[in-house]
């Protein structure tokens, strides 16, 4: 299987800041690989697939980059909407994987 | 608008079976993969398995493979997954995902239905 590490696990960040949540795959996946951001208690929703293409109604301060093994979410000036959690997920393969998550909140 | 809709959740005995069902509507149904991922309490996503458009093809996690298996009816526009053998770890939300025909994305999701294996 192919491993995600997403660091950091949880991030600490004001209203307006740029924040950026690194995922890290264990073997090579082009770019397939996509961002969710999922709230307490709701579904996964999807931000960022193809590693860089903004899904249609995302807010364009969230921006995806990387190829290969190292991938990045930015969201630059970080909104009160932004508070929840964000998980990587490679669907390379059928065998899909997801990292363990990183959980932004209010500094 | 896309809608999928899971149910039949609820307490399962260890050992024992459940069956989740996913009703699709607001697109044609057969024409996408389909996909269920589950998420045990306060813990990341895992995905369960995969069946191709026709049905033809599915594929499991290693951590289900023998126990659980995915079908759907797209007469019926509808997603499920029997679950056999249940074991106390299979507790979690259960969603049901769609893939995007192009890009293979899941792209939509279902609200989730909980499942909770406990003696």
């Known amino acids: 299987d192919i491993q995600l590490t997403q660091s950091p696990s949880t991030l600490s960040a004001s209203v307006g800041d740029r924040v950026t949540i690194t995922c890290r795959a264990s073997?090579?996946?082009?770019?397939?690989l996509a961002w969710y951001q999922q709230k307490p208690g709701k579904a996964p929703k999807l931000l960022i697939y193809?590693?860089?293409r903004l899904e249609t109604g995302v807010p364009s301060r969230f921006s995806g980059s990387g190829s290969g093994t190292e991938f990045v979410l930015t969201i630059n000036g970080l909104q009160p909407d932004d508070f929840a959690t964000y998980h990587c997920?490679?669907?390379?393969?059928?065998?899909?994987?997801f990292g363990q998550g990183t959980k932004v909140e209010i500094k | 608008d896309v809608h999928l809709v899971e149910s039949g959740g609820g307490l399962g005995q260890p050992g024992g079976s459940l069956r989740l069902s996913c009703a699709a509507s607001?697109?044609?149904?057969?024409?996408?993969?389909m996909n269920w991922v589950r998420q045990a309490p306060g813990k990341g996503l895992e995905w369960v398995s995969y069946i191709s458009s026709s049905g033809s093809n599915t594929y499991y996690s290693d951590s289900v493979k023998g126990r659980f298996t995915i079908s759907r009816d797209n007469a019926k526009n509808s997603l499920y997954l029997q679950m056999h053998s249940l074991r106390v770890e299979d507790t979690a939300i259960y969603y049901c995902?769609?893939?995007?025909?192009?890009?293979?994305?899941?792209?939509?999701w279902g609200q989730g239905t909980l499942v909770t294996v406990s003696s």
């Open positions: 193809k590693a860089s």
């Open positions: 607001g697109f044609n149904f057969d024409d996408h993969e």
């Open positions: 073997q090579n996946i082009n770019t397939y």
């Open positions: 997920h490679q669907y390379n393969n059928y065998w899909w994987t």
């Open positions: 995902a769609r893939t995007d025909v192009v890009d293979a994305v899941p792209d939509s």
